[in-house]
């Protein structure tokens, strides 16, 4: 079975300081690891993603990520936030078969003027 | 390029009766998958369909179905409404290749409100 955790369910920065949102993952098989990021009344939009090729991750908008098989954690952090990072973000593993996302319950991030 | 787009996207509907929502697929694609978001909580697997063939399923009840028609567009259907499917119901959809790490493409949801 595979499993996401997000510790934290709210994280709450200020303008400018650095965002580091925690995932753990557990998965029997080599994972793909996604990082989505939720607007209020929009779709969920990628923000990166895991697949084995280099274990730090670049993405949109100056987020990255690093995986650590070790540690079995795939944070997701950006060095100075920006008020219109405030979003819902969302962990995802996929089962290495294609057919099915498990996402963790969400890191609700706050930006502070 | 046409992204995914979701009907209705808001819905009312009462304890026992039926409800279909469906999806429309970035053009390109040939999978959907369908997932329920409930509040506060990340989206749950529902299934998801290949070529018009389901491919995998979470641990949702049989009155949970679905289709895929030709032009890859796809469609929920819930029988016997409970108050539990409340929720914002999220239809991906993607390109399949051998294996993993597919992005799968979202769109902006159905939300379903079960009196």
């Known amino acids: 079975a595979q499993s996401v955790t997000q510790l934290g369910s709210h994280v709450s920065v200020s303008e400018g300081a650095l965002v580091l949102l925690r995932c753990n993952y557990s998965?029997?098989?080599?994972?793909?690891l996604f990082w989505y990021v939720q607007y209020p009344n929009q779709g969920l939009q990628l923000l990166l993603k895991?697949?084995?090729?280099?274990?730090l991750v670049k993405g949109i908008n100056g987020f990255e990520a690093e995986f650590k098989k070790s540690e079995t954690s795939f944070h997701l952090t950006k060095p100075s936030a920006h008020m219109s990072d405030a979003a819902e973000y969302f962990c995802v593993l996929d089962n290495n078969a294609g057919n099915m996302l498990t996402f963790g319950g969400g890191t609700r991030l706050m930006v502070k003027p | 390029e046409t992204g995914v787009t979701q009907s209705p996207t808001h819905l009312i509907k009462t304890r026992g009766q039926q409800v279909t929502l469906r999806c429309s697929s970035q053009s390109g694609h040939n999978t959907v998958s369908w997932y329920q978001q409930a509040l506060g909580q990340g989206p749950q697997f529902i299934f998801q369909?290949?070529?018009?063939?389901?491919?995998g399923r979470g641990n949702f009840p049989p009155r949970f179905s679905g289709l895929q028609f030709p032009n890859y567009s796809s469609e929920l259907n819930v029988n016997a409404l409970e108050l539990d499917d409340s929720a914002l119901y999220l239809c991906?959809?993607?390109?399949?290749?051998?294996?993993?790490?597919?992005?799968?493409?979202f769109g902006p949801g159905t939300r379903l409100t079960v009196l």
């Open positions: 998965s029997s098989v080599p994972p793909y």
């Open positions: 895991y697949t084995s090729a280099a274990t």
């Open positions: 369909y290949y070529r018009e063939e389901e491919n």
């Open positions: 991906a959809s993607s390109l399949a290749t051998r294996g993993g790490g597919n992005e799968q493409f």
